[in-house]
């Protein structure tokens, strides 16, 4: 033991520290710093939380609150339209071949509110009667428009963006006379930049944008941080609905809160955002309040920095503790760990010698004693694992180990080995009409006519139900036909109290050349079916 070693044992003395148990209370003592670590962790998940709930209400004000303000906005126009949809000039001069009339009165209407870039009259099967300019693309309006029209409802389409400051959208309302039957549409293109400066007037918290867009992403109108300028989708469709509560791409909730928390969502450009979305009731739109991860996160990360160098702090001053004291834990505890790392590499050929006192030597005799126990259920295990609970012969899987081992042995040395194979004759019959315990007494008693008549290097082991297979290394055909011949007259001459019992014996010996063990007891086998067939009680070769 070096110098320092000496002296930090010494010092452990006076502070009587010299058992396991006071130098494990030691460093139970050091570990008692981990609170100041759980302190961090809680500081870090509560300044998270509220972060996190921050941008919530934020987030969720905004997307809100847009789309309230849209959602009146549109109302009104619906309303309009409505209201321009039942005047008389409009309902008396649809069914008229002349359409002047009702041109120049969708022209006055246009004249009048700015809002509307172009009106058009429909008939109930889409086709224009009266327009102010050209009319939108079929794709702007849901492809169920006209029978949501026919049945007095109005249709508000997902709209187009024609430029970088120029979006519209296309509403439809219906045409009805005064018996309130559906005469046609009127279908106006809408102006939305009312629509954004009503949006950016909504007073928004630093770096949030919000933007209308269509349950495909594409960006309509919005407000605040780098909003885009193109009508290409700004986040991806398939993503996009994991901001929808319930939410399906058939169809949008027409009224519904959005979710609780801000989802993560990467925009098209690659951007990560954390966002919310709300709904736009009666309209294919999402309102959408999104602010960049990074920013969003640019606190947390500081905090997460301080946290860091907290935790590594606190580790550094706890791995100190732990490794001065584990000093004088550990080593007299190697000798258990490598018997330990013996054991559990298979190696029971261990005992460990007591050199110590207190717990340490009492753990020593308990291992020990325990690496004993092992031991001897080991070899118990192994005679088990390879014997026959009835007969007390070889089981079929150490059979196929030794005959493996047998043929190699004797293509090796050129020696013959012989194999016979064991059938008690009408074996079922005798166990259906004396009972299973008199067939087990049977095997039993075969088992012990194999014992005491084969050598101490043969093998006999019960091949299944009533068959036995008996390996004869070293031994010719004739010598394996006079030991099964031997068999069969013992076990005849036996007094069973089911009566005489019988049995049909196959032998064969290896070839000279080109055998498998397989192929062994294939022969085997044919001459054991051979011999049942000539009658049984006999031996074939």
Known sequence: MSGWEQQISRALQVFSLDSLRKKILVLAV?????????????????????????LTADLNGASMQAARTLDLWLKERVLELRVFASSYEVSEN??????????????????????????????????????TGPLPDARELPPNWLERVTLNDAVIGPGRRDSDTLASAVVAVPVTDARSAVLGSLTAVVDLRRGTSLIRDIPLASLIRVSLVTR???????????????????????????????????????????????????????????????PVPGTPWLVVADIPADEAYSQMDRLRLVTLWLIAGILLVVSALAYSVGLFIVRPL??????ASKVAGGDLAVDLPVTTGGEVGALT?????????????RQELEELSITDQLTGLYNRRHLEHALATECERARRHGHPVSLLLLDIDHFKRYNDTHGHLAGDAVLRQVGQLLRETVRAGDCAARYGGEEFVVILPNTGVDGAVDLAERLRDRLRSEDFDGGAVTA?????????KGFT??????????ALYRAKREGRDRVRR
């Not at 050091?30 to 998270?48: K, N």
């Not at 190697?334 to 018997?339: K, M, Q």
């Not at 049909?504 to 000279?512: A, F, L």
């Open 216 to 278: 495909d992403g594409e960006f309509r109108l919005g407000a605040g941080h780098q909003v885009p300028t193109s009508g290409d989708p700004i986040y991806p469709p398939a993503r996009l609905l994991h901001l929808l509560p319930a939410a399906t791409p058939a169809e949008l909730p027409r009224d519904s809160m959005p979710l609780e928390g801000p989802i993560e969502i990467e925009g098209s450009d690659g951007t990560r955002f954390l966002a919310r979305a709300t």
């Open 517 to 526: 063990p397989e192929s062994l007891v294939a022969a085997a086998d044919e």
């Open 94 to 131: 649809v069914g008229r071949r002349d359409n002047s009339r009702l041109s120049g009165y969708l022209a006055s209407i246009q004249r009048r509110i700015g809002e509307y870039q172009a009106l058009a009259v429909l008939d109930p099967t889409g086709r224009t009667l009266a327009s």
């Open 30 to 54: 050091g570990a008692a710093l981990l609170p100041s670590l759980l302190t961090a962790i809680i500081y870090y998940t509560q300044s998270q939380r509220a972060v996190t709930a921050r």
């Open 504 to 512: 049909s014996v196959g032998v064969t010996q290896s070839p000279s």
């Open 365 to 377: 005799r308990v291992f020990n004693t325990m690496v004993t126990r092992l031991r001897e259920g």
């Open 334 to 339: 190697d000798r258990l760990i490598e018997g």
